[in-house]
């Protein structure tokens, strides 16, 4: 049997309190092995539990529900087809599904600032008074002396005595800094990097704890209509119709930042707060209420053979014979996104998206007179705390506050067309050659993309409604019948068949 005396965590390394092997075991196996070691002076049990360290010291983890069950989606459609003249057929369809415990994450060990919230507003109090500084001490002392809303005696932040947690650093510009925006979740991250003493996280063993689990939920109803032609006597048709919402708590993989997913205090994907995840609830990331697709080939009737000019001389059938022209046409109404308040007002592990005041002017719009590139914006947001100016469409949250709902704001709406034009060079009975030009977004109408992956808007960002949204561009890794051109493409080849 041999006995260790290293210990590894997950994330450190104990050497001590195993015993001192002796020296033989560092020479030669000749040397034999000890028949006693020296008694360990740690039980290898104490190794379990890490310490409680401060949060910009504690390592992170992840941990999976211990109750983990295998997600399940559920679905169900029913359907009406009939044929109609002229070689069509429709189709109208009711498609359902429902996902139960789909895997979600987020983190489990959120800094909560509700115990601090009563001591954030005391400073926020004392720091709008005149000459006021966060503790109630007299900001410049050249002026009146500050009277103070509330006595640092008062305050339980300042009260309770502890090490690292002072006038000074309530006082302190970054203080400062987060009490002009309601931040009491930054207040509350601060803290925790300062002092153990106010227990903001959970555990303070660790720092994000990315908690993998079942909680995700999803409902999808739509209906579908399709007009189909077969492609005879030269035509062919398509058209399909969809008209339907996707609702969900969260949308993608929140572990795989390379999927679009991945924990960070900003992004869409992350719970904006792990105590209240009804509030997640709503408009699935990729909704689009609303898809119209319709495609279309035609063989133009003219030329040899056909059903003008069928005795076309040769030099005219070349021309204007043998001709055929494609096209696609796509229309999707805008997907959802939220506004972000750019302020933690509630937590120190996310954001809160921003108060809804004015829900008319709260959309996007075509404002007049803008220089800013592009032309969709907000209207911007000249007052931030709320309450101030209600006609402003923005406003912050109040402290320990979410803001409004998730993804309650709907991006520009989509459409393209797309043509092509086909002619065939018929030489000999054998040799043929076939032209084609193609139009990717043939009309070159702009597109713009959803501000939250292009500006991710927060209200309290300089260039809030400014570069709100810009074109759609095709990322490298897709292609461009996914996204469409941001402008028009015209691409020639030419093929020789025999």
């Known amino acids: 049997m041999v006995h260790s005396c290293t210990s590894t965590f997950p994330f450190t390394t104990i050497t001590d309190g195993c015993g001192t092997p002796p020296a033989s075991l560092t020479s030669t196996v000749a040397g034999g092995f000890p028949t006693v070691l020296a008694t360990p002076t740690k039980k290898p049990s104490s190794l379990f539990t890490p310490p409680q360290q401060l949060r910009t010291n504690a390592p992170p983890i992840t941990v999976f529900d211990p109750h983990m069950k295998l997600p399940t989606v559920h679905e169900w459609n029913f359907s009406i087809q ?117 227990k903001l996280r959970p ?34 048709l398509s058209m399909a119709y969809t008209f339907g919402k996707s609702i969900d708590n969260q949308s993608v993989d929140p572990v795989g930042a390379s999927s679009g997913g991945g924990l960070s205090t900003t992004n869409s994907r992350t719970p904006t707060d792990i105590r209240n995840f009804r509030n997640e609830r709503g408009r699935s990331d990729f909704d689009r209420t609303q898809v119209l697709q319709a495609a279309s080939v035609w063989e133009l009737p003219v030329g040899r053979g056909k059903r003008f000019l069928r005795s076309s001389p040769g030099v005219v059938n070349h021309l204007l014979g043998g001709w055929t022209i494609n096209s696609i046409y796509t229309f999707q109404t805008g997907e959802p996104f939220a506004v972000r308040s750019g302020s933690f007002t509630a937590n120190g592990n996310h954001e809160s998206r921003a108060g809804v005041q004015a829900p008319v002017t709260a959309q996007l719009q075509t404002l007049p007179g803008q220089t800013f590139p ?42 393209n067309l797309d043509l092509g034009f086909i002619k065939v060079f018929q030489f000999t009975e054998r040799f043929k050659l076939q032209f084609r030009m193609e139009m990717f977004n043939a009309l070159n109408h702009p597109n713009f993309d959803n501000p939250r992956d292009v500006s991710s808007p927060s209200i309290t960002s300089s260039v809030f409604a400014r570069t709100c949204c810009a074109t759609v561009a095709p990322p490298s890794t897709q292609t461009i019948v996914q996204t469409g051109e941001s402008a028009r493409v015209i691409q020639f080849a030419m093929k020789l068949q025999f």
Not at 222 to 235: C, D
């Open 374 to 415: 592009g032309q969709v914006l907000f209207k911007p947001v000249t007052a931030l705390t709320c309450g101030v100016d209600l006609t402003q469409a923005f406003c912050l949250p109040a402290p320990g506050q979410n803001g409004a709902s998730r993804n309650i704001f709907v991006a520009p709406h989509y459409w």
């Open 203 to 236: 555990n303070q063993q660790f720092a994000v704890i990315t908690y993998i689990s079942n909680e995700g939920d999803s409902n999808y109803h739509a209906a579908q209509f399709t007009l189909r032609r077969r492609f005879s006597s030269g035509l062919g």
């Open 82 to 198: 009939r044929e109609l003249p002229w070689g069509f057929v429709a189709q109208a369809a009711y498609i359902g599904r429902r996902g139960e415990r789909l895997f979600m994450a987020y983190d489990a060990n959120q800094i909560n600032a509700d115990s601090i919230v009563p001591s954030f507003l005391m400073l926020q109090a004392n720091n709008n008074a005149t000459n006021c500084l966060p503790s109630g001490a007299t900001r410049d002392t050249t002026k009146p002396a500050c009277v103070p809303v509330f006595a640092a005696a008062q305050i339980p932040l300042l009260a309770a005595g502890v090490t690292g947690i002072n006038a000074t650093f309530v006082n302190s510009s970054t203080t400062q800094g987060e009490l002009t925006i309601n931040s009491a979740g930054s207040l509350a991250r601060r803290i925790e990097d300062t002092t153990l003493a106010f």
